[in-house]
């Protein structure tokens, strides 16, 4: 198949699947006799992993190394999981960040009582920390 194809049947930018090949995500495909690229079954089931990856956040990285240990199936797969944990806590650092950021927000919004921005509350939480509760790092 083509690069179209590819991006279609994957949901893939081409320009995405030009850099996943440049850095070694994607093998570089076999090219026709008139130079375009002919993708196969393996190229789209390689992007597939690697963009379900991304939609779950794991980095270019990750994603190596998991792609490596799938290369190598004889290997232990305590690798992929030490990657997935450590994942899972960032998602789980980040989700506790947001519920903060939405509960100091939700506090702000609460406070304001409409009129003039002069007297806005919003404007007045954002413009002095004191007021926020919210830590950062």
Do not use: W
């Not at 198949?1 to 070694?24: D, F, H, P, Q, W």
Request: hydrophobic share 35%; net charge neutral; aromatic share 4%.
């Amino acid at each position: 198949m083509k690069i179209g194809e590819l991006s279609r049947a994957t949901g893939t930018n081409i320009e995405t699947i030009r850099y996943y090949e440049r850095i070694g995500l994607l093998p570089a495909p076999d090219r026709t006799a008139a130079n375009y690229r002919s993708y196969g079954g393996t190229h789209r089931a390689r992007l597939s992993f690697v963009r379900h990856s991304r939609d779950l956040g794991f980095t270019i990285e990750e994603i190596r190394s998991l792609l490596d240990l799938s290369d190598h199936p004889e290997r232990d797969c305590s690798e992929a999981d030490r990657i997935a944990s450590l994942h899972l806590a960032q998602v789980e650092e980040k989700i506790a960040q947001l519920a903060l950021l939405r509960d100091e927000l939700t506090r702000i919004v609460g406070r304001c009582r409409g009129g003039v921005a002069a007297d806005c509350r919003v404007i007045e939480a954002l413009g002095d920390h004191r007021l926020c509760t919210v830590e950062h790092p």
